[in-house]
Structure formats: C-alpha cells, structure tokens
C-alpha cells in the first residue's frame, strides 16, 4: 500500500511540475518504506523476540502496511518543509 500512495503522489508531482510536491512525495516514500525494511530485519534477525515472543507475532505483516502509513506521512511533512525551503531560496 504504502508504494501505491507513493506512486500516485509521484506522479501527480511530476505532472504538476512542483518540486515542493515531489520532495513531499520522495519523504514519503523513504519513511514508509525505511520503517517497513527495520521491521522486516527485526523479524528476521528476532530482535527482543519479535518473531518467536508470542503465537500471533506474524499478524504484523497484515497491518504493517497500514502502520507503516504514519511514518510515511511524518516524512511528507517533513519533505514538505523541506519544499518550502527550497522554494523560499530559488
């Protein structure tokens, strides 16, 4: 999910020609897609017991697309902010 939302605010960007937006975009983008690798190497290397700590720990990954949603709009913001920067100096 979070690569869909990630697509489509790319690509709206870059047909909107606005750096702003597409710095917005590639924050996303990272956030979203850092949080979910951390996760995915936590499972695996089974850090504090996170894979082998309880009977359900597997159902993460049916709502680790939604969580990882929140860091990905954290990192809009913050490209955002960055866009405003940017487009201050130019």
């Known amino acids: 999910m979070p690569l869909y939302i990630s697509y489509l605010l790319i ?13 917005s975009a590639y924050g ?3 956030f ?9 190497i936590t499972w695996y290397i ?8 309880s009977s ?5 990954f049916v709502w ?5 949603l929140i860091p990905g709009f954290v990192g809009y913001m913050l490209g955002k902010f960055a ?5 201050g100096q130019a």
Do not use: V
Request: glycine fraction near 6%; charged fraction near 10%; avoid cysteine.
């Open 11 to 23: 690509n709206s960007a870059i047909k909107s020609n606005s750096t702003s937006r597409l710095l």
């Open 46 to 53: 089974d850090w504090q017991g996170t894979r082998t700590g």
């Open 28 to 30: 996303f983008m990272a």
């Open 64 to 68: 680790l697309p939604l969580y990882s």
């Open 83 to 87: 866009g405003m920067l940017y487009q």
């Open 56 to 60: 359900t720990s597997a159902l993460i």
């Open 32 to 40: 979203s897609i850092i949080f979910s690798i951390f996760y995915h």
